[in-house]
């Protein structure tokens, strides 16, 4: 899990914006709004946590290398941790997903200003 790729991937979203928080936690938000967190710990586990559907929650922890994400729990966040052997791809489709959860959730005016900021682009 290159953080390069996930990063690039991540800002390719509309309104998406990095920091770094809590540490060495690199997270990814559309306005203000979480929907991954990178750690760059490089003793840390636990990689990468990000927001899923509630339907998918329990089918992705049965993966031995995917658990509850810590504190985001609660909130269907799952934790992939360092070493699964998911590829890009289904990584790519699980952020897309935490992203388009989050995105949702913005009042319509906020989603409207986003989409024609970005769509003149």
Known sequence: ?????????????????????????????????????????????NRISLKCLPEKFSELIENECI??????????????QDGCRMNIKEIKELIAESYRLVFEKLPVKVKKEIELKYTKK
């Open 67 to 80: 658990i509850q994400a810590p504190y985001f729990a609660r909130n269907k966040w799952i934790c992939i």
């Open 1 to 45: 899990m290159n953080v390069d790729i996930i990063r690039e991937y991540c800002l390719s979203f509309p309104g998406a914006k990095e920091q770094i928080q809590w540490g060495d936690n690199l997270l990814f938000k559309v306005e203000g709004k979480m929907f991954l967190l990178y750690s760059l710990n490089n003793e840390a586990i």
